[in-house]
């Protein structure tokens, strides 16, 4: 189990996470695929089995598969771009986190800062 960390350690990580997600690009969701096509052409190498090679970038929309084409002069930007959305969406995730976190320890600090007060309070007063 790891130790407890107090409310400014994680506010500073999450706050590095922050300026991470500013940081982001073009992003995109989906994933990429490589998939094999047939042209129609009987001629065609596709015909005897040999498919050409073709991207297609999907997605879920309302519990449905969706495609797009994507032109072989982008796949290497579309590539990039679903990257990019993966890694914000784990930053996003991780900033979450530990906002999370920062709400649990928030109760344990406020009541040790009010036990440190009254201990001050009592030191000061028999003084």
């Known amino acids: 189990m790891s130790p407890k960390l107090s409310i400014g350690v994680l506010e500073t990580r999450r706050d590095a996470k922050l300026r991470q997600l500013a940081e982001a690009g073009p992003m995109i969701q ?31 929309v309302r ?6 084409y994507v032109p072989v002069d982008m796949v ?21 986190e530990l906002n999370e976190k920062i709400i649990r320890a928030h109760v344990p600090t406020k009541r040790a800062k ?3 007060r009254a201990v ?3 030191v000061q007063s028999r003084s």
């Not at 290497?76 to 979450?96: F, P």
């Open 120 to 122: 001050a309070e009592r």
């Open 114 to 116: 009010a036990k440190n």
């Open 76 to 96: 290497e930007t579309v590539s990039k771009w679903v990257e990019e959305h993966r890694r914000v969406k784990r930053l996003l995730k991780e900033v979450s």
């Open 30 to 60: 989906g994933s990429l695929t490589r998939i094999g096509v047939t042209c129609g052409n009987p001629n065609c190498k596709c015909a005897r089995g040999e498919k050409h090679v073709s991207h297609i970038l999907t997605k879920k």
């Open 63 to 68: 519990g449905r598969s969706k495609s797009l």
